[in-house]
């Protein structure tokens, strides 16, 4: 599932094409990815539409149109974004075609169907509720201790609300934590002043090289960049999607674990549970 370093990513390629180009039509193939609108009219809607901007708020990409409308789009499990000439072939799971001017398309897919197209002349009203982003400057230490201190749950479910910190999904909060040498089991409000600068800056860290790898392509596909290639920080995870394999940090064997439901890596020797839990 595409997190804040593969949305950025691909954030980062629709920028280099987009701005300027002008909508000329649009196909809704699955009218359940644009479920606020009727297809028809969220069609007219944009039609003619230039795109001014590309940017991320968490894990949704917000186009800026030309007249103050916005068009924003949530990838969910599997949805992909991609850029493409007009004359580029079918692909199975379109479900929204973007055609622009000069020839290219915006072609939305999405295996699953779980991705969301928003257009909104009021884009609070669906980014309203989320959390500080976790790159940017306000997004201190002493701010996350204060966050923390206020919460009692888990600190892996806790890293997984949006509305508590934007950006993060199973992948990152895995290998934030496994960085920070803190167990996902623990409680947000019984991290120590020292776990929390380590998880601040391992859940920084994290991000920063996962964007600078173009993100997480898994061996079972998904996600893929604007231009249709993949990420390639898979051969840097430590522990998400690893366990049996040692540690790289101590060498123990990774567990799987269930936390909140989701799956959990842990390697129990980095990240000792001081409390509760297990
Ligand atoms: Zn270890």
Redesign the pocket.
């Known amino acids: 599932m595409p997190e804040l370093p593969e949305v950025e990513t691909v954030v980062r390629g629709l920028r280099e094409s987009l701005p300027g180009h002008e909508i000329l039509g649009v196909e809704v193939f699955w009218p359940r990815s644009v479920r606020d609108l009727d297809p028809e009219a969220f069609a007219c809607r944009l039609e003619g539409q230039r795109v001014v901007d590309v940017g991320r708020r968490g894990k949704w990409i917000v186009i800026s149109l030309s007249e103050g409308h916005t068009l924003l789009i949530h990838l969910r499990m599997t949805g992909q974004l991609v850029w493409e000439p007009e004359d580029s072939p079918d692909e199975k799971y379109t479900r929204v075609l973007f055609h622009f001017d000069d020839a290219w398309r915006l072609r939305f897919s999405d295996m699953r169907k779980f991705g969301r197209i928003v257009l909104t002349d009021s884009s609070d009203e669906v980014l309203g509720d989320l959390g500080p982003e976790p790159l940017s400057d306000d997004f201190t230490v002493a701010r996350f201790e204060e966050m923390l201190s206020e919460r009692r749950g888990r600190i892996k479910s806790l890293l997984l609300n949006q509305r508590f910190l934007v950006g993060l999904g199973n992948i990152y909060v895995n290998e934030a934590l496994?960085r920070a040498g803190i167990h996902p089991r623990r409680s947000a409000n019984d991290l120590s002043c020292s776990d929390v600068r380590e998880l601040h800056g391992a859940i920084r860290s994290v991000l920063r090289e996962a964007i600078a790898s173009n993100g997480t392509t898994l061996a079972d596909g998904g996600y893929q960049r604007a231009d249709g290639s993949s990420g390639e920080f898979a051969h840097q995870l430590a522990v998400y999607g690893r366990e049996d394999a040692p540690?790289?940090?101590?060498?123990?064997t990774?567990e799987r674990i269930e936390v909140g439901q989701r799956g959990t890596f842990v390697?129990?020797?980095?990240?000792a549970l001081l409390q509760g839990g297990e």
Do not use: K
């Not at 540690?247 to 123990?252: L, Q, S, V």
């Not at 390697?267 to 990240?271: G, I, L, S």
């Open positions: 496994w540690c790289p940090r101590c060498g123990e990774i390697c129990r020797r980095c990240q």
